[in-house]
């Protein structure tokens, strides 16, 4: 199966348990480099958009329906937007994600609730040449 095509996203408990949902055509026109992914506990995906420069978060039983969580869509340097996020983390608790925000060097930590233009905190900073 070529999983970069098929509009699926795969969960797997087990080699023998998986549970497969099929995203909706309108989700898929809006993911444009999808690079990083993390679900939580409740069964929503959080999904770093390279080349949208934001992060979505949607519960993976009805993709029809999602939020951002972090950047505005355009691309920059200021605490509510993002240059190429490429992954994710949560914390402990899920309550806050971590946002590695590739070409500004840096790591961005946004409430877990946030939503689209919400500023995030400075964790880390990678000191440029």
Known sequence: MD???SGRIYQTTSLLNSTSYLFTV???KTINGPS???IDS???MYTALLNN???IKFLITSPTSYQYIAGNGTSGSGLSQLNSP???AFDSTESNIYVSDSQNHRVLMFSANSTSGTSGQLVALSKQD
């Open 36 to 38: 990083g992914s993390i």
């Open 42 to 44: 409740q069964g929503y």
């Open 86 to 88: 490429i992954a994710l």
């Open 53 to 55: 420069d934001y992060v």
């Open 26 to 28: 309108t989700l898929l």
């Open 3 to 5: 999983y970069k095509v």
